[in-house]
Nanobody
Framework: QVQLVESGGGLVQPGGSLRLSCTASGMIFSITAMGWYRQAPGKQRELVAG???????NYANSVKGRFSISRDNAKNTVTMQMNNLKSEDTAVYYC???????????????WGQGTQVTVSL
């Protein structure tokens, strides 16, 4: 079984910063890609940032220049630094990973439980 455990959400004022981390554990052969999605009330879940096994990042236009994603392949961890947070960044943030559990396995999507990020005065 595979688990993704997130940490780092919370309440922050506009212009502030937060750092989200997610660690994958369990039966893991390889992690192809990792990333963060978010879902605000009444909206669809959207990709915020992703990073390949080689370390190439991609970002939603709305967070470019403010968020930075990185990963530690040895620790199966992905981290996202969020700076200059805005009220529209308020959402539940979900960690996602594309994981092969053993050699020859088809990569499958796994999700964390979600962590709340609230940007408000």
């Amino acid at each position: 079984q595979v688990q993704l455990v997130e940490s780092g959400g919370g309440l922050v004022q506009p212009g502030g910063s937060l750092r989200l981390s997610c660690t994958a554990s369990g039966m893991i052969f390889s992690i192809t890609a990792m990333g963060w999605y978010r879902q605000a009330p009444g909206k669809q879940r959207e990709l915020v940032a992703g990073i390949s096994i080689g370390g190439s990042p991609n970002y939603a236009n709305s967070v470019k220049g403010r968020f930075s994603i990185s990963r530690d392949n040895a620790k199966n961890t992905v981290t996202m630094q969020m700076n200059n947070l805005k009220s529209e960044d308020t959402a539940v943030y979900y960690c996602n990973a594309l994981i092969r559990q053993y050699i020859g396995d088809r990569a499958q999507d796994y999700w964390g439980q979600g962590t709340q990020v609230t940007v408000s005065l």
